[in-house]
């Protein structure tokens, strides 16, 4: 599977997408296709949401999990992990 997004931000909080991906299997000689757009949101220093919708899409029992590659809507959630974010939670949940 490869796939290609594009994002512009419309303003520091929202953005909007596209987004191309191609599922090949060489040995079965088949290949699904899928295209679709969304609108992101930055709700936080560390955190980004998308909706959207793909326009063409496909499932495989690899990829279906992740609900990305069907065809329809989508929602996406993003959050940032580093050592300083992880120590503060811990700081946060043992009450310190």
């Given at each position: 599977?490869?796939?290609?997004?594009?994002?512009?931000?419309?303003?520091?909080?929202?953005?909007?997408?596209?987004r191309?991906?191609?599922?090949?299997?060489?040995?079965?000689?088949?290949?699904?296709?899928g295209?679709?757009?969304?609108?992101?949101?930055?709700a936080?220093?560390?955190?980004?949401?998308?909706?959207?919708?793909?326009?063409?899409?496909?499932?495989?029992?690899?990829?279906?999990?992740?609900?990305?590659?069907?065809?329809?809507?989508?929602?996406?959630?993003?959050?940032?992990?580093?050592?300083?974010?992880?120590?503060?939670?811990v700081?946060?949940?043992?009450?310190?």
């Amino acid at each position: 599977m490869i796939g290609l997004e594009g994002r512009y931000d419309v303003t520091k909080k929202w953005d909007v997408g596209l987004r191309g991906m191609r599922l090949c299997s060489w040995s079965l000689n088949q290949e699904r296709y899928g295209t679709g757009a969304s609108v992101g949101f930055n709700a936080g220093r560390k955190l980004w949401i998308s909706v959207g919708y793909n326009f063409i899409g496909f499932k495989d029992r690899d990829f279906s999990r992740a609900d990305f590659t069907s065809e329809g809507p989508f929602i996406t959630m993003r959050m940032k992990f580093d050592q300083v974010s992880v120590r503060d939670a811990v700081k946060w949940f043992s009450g310190q």
